[in-house]
Structures are given as structure tokens and as C-alpha cells.
């Protein structure tokens, strides 16, 4: 009797599919599953159980375990450790609760947009080269609305490009710092007509913080 309350560890896969069949992310998860007499409600999301393992015993996933779980997940596509500052900036921007980690809302937020920017990756990679190239990285920054010069696309993409080409990781960290940028720049334009006055040391924390 006593043995069937106690704890019951399952091994599950859970596969995430990134349309465009760019890849599967299989995640091993251990989940321990504990009887729903015990419980007393559903077993948990599986992204809980992923999350779990990943932030280890703090409940809080840092820059490192960040960097690890997205570099073993495979999602650059090809094997590469995945960009230490693409983890900082994602942690920063959905750091709701000025913790400096993420946690389980923050990380589900972010795996959300990690899909919807796989799939704009693998619509804007034209050319199926599995990297942006100048010309892809155009069409994306027209398609979501960035009105910029061309010298001003060249500018974004010598800075997150790695001899012409722009791994997926680099694409998130240029999309998330554009986005988050502009997102600072809108709220000081109040007629909205492409024009903002900073004070230096807003300018200064606005830029430095990404
Ligand atoms: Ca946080
Ligand atoms: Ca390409």
C-alpha cells in the first residue's frame, strides 16, 4: 500500500517541431510524477518539467544554464555553442521580475518567441542556407516594419554577421536588440515622427544595457 504513494519517476521524449522542417528539439525530460491522489491535480506542463532541469535547485535559470539548454538543444542547427549574449539580452528583455534569471513565465515567454523567430528564420533563409545572408536580412527587417537605410541595415548586419552570414543565434540577439531599442527610442518620440530628444545619461543606459 505504502509503495504505491510513494514517488513514481518516468522517463518521457517530448518533441518540439519547428515548422519549416528545419528540426526536432528532442528533450529528454525526467519528470517526477507524483500520484494524482497525492497531488490532488494533472500532471505538469512538460516545458515545466525541461524548465526544472535546466535551472537546477535555485528554480531560476542563469546566463550559463541558459547557454547550455539552448546550445544542447540544437536550435542554431548546426553544432556551435549558442551565443553567450543572445542569452544575456533574452534573460534582460523578459527579466519581469528584476530578478537577473529567468524563471518559469519568463522561460515560457521566451520559448514562444524562440519558435516564432525559428520560423521567420527559416522563411527569410531564402536561399535554405540555414544563415541570413545581407539581402534576407532586408526582406525581414521590411517585413517587420523597420524603416532603415540601406547604411543603416549595413551597419546591423556587419555587427551581427560573422563573415556574411548570420546564424540564428546572432538573428535573435539583432532582432531582440533592435526591437528592444526602438521599443526605448518610440517612447521618447511623442509625435511619433522619427525624431526623440535623450538626456546623455538615458541615451547612455538606454544603448549600455543590451
Ligand atoms: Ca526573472
Ligand atoms: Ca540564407
Not at 540555414?130 to 537605410?149: N, P, R, T, V
Given at each position: ?14 518533441s ?29 506542463d ?19 544554464e541558459?547557454?547550455?539548454a ?58 535554405r542556407?540555414g ?7 532586408q ?25 556574411g ?21 518610440r ?24
Amino acid at each position: 500500500m505504502f509503495s504505491s504513494l510513494t514517488n513514481k519517476v518516468q522517463q518521457h521524449t517530448y518533441s518540439y517541431r519547428i515548422p519549416r522542417g528545419s528540426m526536432n528539439i528532442k528533450v529528454v525530460i525526467i519528470l517526477l510524477v507524483l500520484p494524482s491522489i497525492c497531488l490532488g491535480q494533472n500532471a505538469p506542463d512538460p516545458l515545466y518539467g525541461y524548465f526544472a532541469e535546466v535551472a537546477g535547485q535555485d528554480g531560476q535559470i542563469s546566463v550559463n544554464e541558459l547557454q547550455r539548454a539552448l546550445t544542447a538543444s540544437g536550435i542554431i542547427g548546426s553544432y556551435r555553442v549558442f551565443s553567450r549574449a543572445t542569452c544575456a539580452i533574452l534573460i534582460s528583455v523578459l527579466d519581469r521580475d528584476y530578478s537577473g534569471k529567468m524563471g518559469l513565465n519568463e522561460f515560457q515567454e521566451m520559448w514562444t518567441a524562440l519558435n516564432q523567430w525559428k520560423e521567420s528564420f527559416a522563411r527569410f533563409d531564402s536561399d535554405r542556407s540555414g544563415e541570413i545572408e545581407a539581402h534576407e536580412l532586408q526582406s525581414a527587417l521590411s517585413a517587420f516594419g523597420y524603416d532603415l537605410s540601406p547604411q543603416a541595415q549595413g551597419v546591423i548586419f556587419k555587427r551581427f554577421s560573422e563573415d556574411g552570414n548570420m546564424p540564428f543565434d546572432d538573428y535573435v540577439f539583432c532582432l531582440v536588440k533592435l526591437r528592444a531599442i526602438t521599443d526605448h527610442f518610440r517612447r521618447r518620440d511623442a509625435s511619433q515622427n522619427g525624431y526623440a530628444t535623450f538626456k546623455y545619461d538615458d541615451f547612455i543606459q538606454v544603448t549600455m544595457i543590451y
